[in-house]
């Protein structure tokens, strides 16, 4: 089993190998340590770098935003500089991963991300927004679980960001969503990722 088909594990039995990749943006650059047993170690992830280059920006104002599965934490970091007032939730099950996040913000000076498994985040906590390059390879059942679970917790008029690709069902995902309550439109698809945009349930 190789290290990104663990990832979702809570305790990866792939050996450790620390590294270090970097993620540069027209607004930023950080260097952020990875390691084995950890989504897309070895750079940041295609998909993830799209999310981060033409998804949706996160408000200029305080806000509750949520970076599921952050991995070492590229999203949840990006957020942290760009909504210095928000307050980033980075949740994810894979122990290793949660560690790297929570040094990776440390290092980078941002005291605005909150780095917590699943169960220890707060169940009063709503979000004004989702960032999020979802495991697809988790299969279909246990992928709409995890939607349907976190974006329930959107504040009225939140929206969530997911990147799919294209060939792993993020035209199929986006009809489920929708079907579902979820109003959910692409924003844009290059090289096949779908940056999907999907906005909370009307009550």
């Given at each position: 089993?190789?290290?990104?088909?663990?990832?979702?594990?809570?305790?990866?039995?792939?050996?450790s190998?620390?590294?270090?990749?970097?993620?540069?943006?027209?607004?930023?650059?950080l260097s952020l340590?990875?390691?084995?047993?950890?989504?897309?170690?070895?750079?940041?992830?295609?998909?993830?770098?799209?999310?981060?280059?033409e998804?949706?920006?996160?408000?200029?104002g305080?806000?509750?935003?949520?970076?599921?599965?952050?991995?070492y934490?590229?999203?949840?970091?990006t957020?942290a500089?760009?909504s210095?007032?928000?307050?980033?939730?980075?949740?994810?099950?894979?122990?290793?991963?949660l560690?790297?996040?929570?040094d990776?913000?440390?290092?980078?000076?941002?005291?605005?991300?909150?780095?917590?498994?699943?169960?220890?985040?707060?169940?009063?906590?709503?979000?004004?927004?989702?960032?999020?390059n979802?495991?697809?390879?988790v299969?279909?059942?246990?992928?709409?679980?995890?939607?349907?679970?976190?974006?329930?917790?959107?504040?009225?008029?939140?929206?969530?960001?997911?990147?799919?690709q294209?060939?792993?069902?993020?035209?199929?995902?986006?009809?489920?969503?929708?079907?579902?309550?979820?109003?959910?439109?692409?924003?844009?698809?290059?090289?096949?990722?779908?940056?999907?945009d999907?906005?909370?349930?009307?009550?």
């Open positions: 089993m190789t290290g990104d088909q663990q990832y979702w594990t809570s305790r990866p039995e792939v050996g190998r620390p590294d270090q990749v970097s993620l540069l943006l027209p607004d930023l650059e340590g990875t390691d084995r047993g950890v989504f897309s170690a070895e750079r940041v992830d295609r998909g993830t770098r799209f999310l981060l280059m998804g949706a920006r996160p408000p200029e305080a806000a509750e935003l949520l970076d599921l599965g952050c991995g934490g590229p999203i949840a970091c957020l500089v760009r210095p007032g928000s307050r980033v939730w980075a949740v994810d099950v894979n122990e290793r991963a560690d790297l996040c929570r990776n913000a440390a290092a980078a000076g941002l005291g605005n991300v909150v780095v917590t498994t699943p169960d220890d985040l707060p169940d009063d906590v709503v979000f004004d927004g989702i960032w999020s979802p495991p697809i390879r299969g279909k059942a246990a992928l709409h679980d995890l939607l349907s679970t976190w974006l329930d917790r959107l504040a009225p008029g939140g929206s969530a960001h997911l990147v799919v294209r060939h792993l069902g993020s035209d199929s995902l986006a009809r489920w969503l929708t079907d579902r309550g979820w109003s959910t439109q692409r924003r844009a698809s290059r090289k096949g990722f779908r940056l999907l999907v906005a909370a349930r009307e009550v």
